[in-house]
């Protein structure tokens, strides 16, 4: 497992969740890092991005609802879920582009953190 990623669990329709994501493995520097989610049946989406340099997108859905930071003296990313509503529900996979001290940067996955929103 290349990325070590936390935070999921059972809440209730408009309460908040923090997951955070970092690698597992020797990294020199994170560039992008994103958050992508996969509910039962459907295809996994973008959730949010963040880039090296701060710029952040966001899907529609979760658009004043969910904030993706970086902190990159800690190689960690983290995604803050507020006013969860039960369409939020969903396996929650972190995706960092990682830059090792020699060679060229590669994209890692986390396992998926699983998220459940009670109506």
């Known amino acids: 497992v290349q990325l070590q990623a936390s935070g999921g669990g059972l809440v209730q329709a408009g309460g908040s969740l923090r997951l955070s994501c970092r690698p597992a493995v020797i990294t020199f520097r994170v560039n992008d890092m994103g958050w992508y989610r996969q ?21 529609d859905a979760v658009q004043g609802r969910f904030t993706i930071s ?8 983290a995604l ?7 369409e939020d ?8 582009d990682l830059k090792p001290r020699l060679g060229p940067s590669y994209s890692a996955w986390g396992q998926g953190t699983l998220v459940t929103v009670s109506s």
């Open 39 to 59: 509910a039962p049946g459907k295809q996994r989406e973008l959730v949010a991005k963040i880039t090296r340099a701060g710029i952040t997108t966001y899907a």
């Open 70 to 77: 970086r902190d990159d003296a800690k190689n960690t990313a």
């Open 80 to 86: 803050q879920l507020n006013d969860l509503k039960t």
């Open 89 to 96: 529900t969903a396996v929650y996979y972190c995706n960092l």
